[in-house]
């Protein structure tokens, strides 16, 4: 059984294989992606990763979770949030804030990278009509 993407063996990149990918303006260097890694890792310490005995023992093998739910707001998308809105930054320098039209963990995400950012965040959604 061959592991690993065919695709990026043959040389293909993820640009040319995903339509929104392509127009995401998502192509990043490893060096960029090591910047990224280490600006958040001095916001957020890493997840902690713990074996489970009972899994590992019903599976057969050595099984280990990363505990998002130990992090900050309790999910990993506090990352991307601190991720994108330096990329805002760097890109907009004038941009005066932002808005998450989410109250769940992405706005918590967005409120907790607005405020280390030194950027104002609003949040707002939409509550379901009641009868």
Do not use: C
Request: without cysteine; proline residues 6%; hydrophobic residues 40%.
């Amino acid at each position: 059984m061959q592991l690993g993407n065919p695709l990026r063996s043959a040389g293909v990149t993820q640009r040319e294989r995903d339509p929104w990918w392509a127009s995401s303006g998502m192509d990043y260097s490893l060096e960029e992606i090591e910047d990224v890694a280490a600006d958040i890792a001095s916001y957020i310490p890493p997840s902690p990763q713990l074996t489970w005995p009972m899994l590992s023992s019903r599976l057969g093998a050595q099984v280990w979770v990363k505990h998002e739910n130990h992090s900050v707001i309790g999910a990993f998308k506090a990352r991307g949030a601190l991720a994108y809105l330096q990329k805002l930054k760097t890109e907009m320098p004038r941009l005066s804030g932002v808005v998450a039209a989410s109250t769940g963990n992405f706005g918590q995400s967005i409120a907790y990278a607005a405020i280390h950012r030194h950027t104002r965040a609003d949040h707002g959604a939409s509550h379901p009509q009641q009868d």
